[in-house]
């Protein structure tokens, strides 16, 4: 995700990195481009997102990554 947002950044878009707390305690991610806002659970992330963005994509990933693409769709 850190090469999507770099490359969108660097193509004029706004970037936004929605992290949940305990990812960001810890040096858990990567650096985020521009603005990062931590939220409490990843629900909220979601939601946050959600509210945020214009479109959505999904790069390979687990389960939750299809949690979150179906929430996305319904």
């Not at 409490?40 to 945020?52: A, D, G, K």
């Amino acid at each position: 995700m850190g090469s999507v947002s770099i490359a969108a950044f660097l193509g004029g878009s706004q970037v936004l990195g929605v992290v949940p707390k305990a990812l960001a305690e810890g040096d858990k991610i990567g650096k985020t481009v521009r603005e990062e806002l931590h939220v409490s659970t990843m629900s909220e992330r979601l939601s946050v997102m959600f509210n945020h963005a214009d479109t959505f994509i999904a790069l390979p990933g687990g389960l939750g990554t299809l949690e979150e693409i179906f929430h996305i769709f319904s």
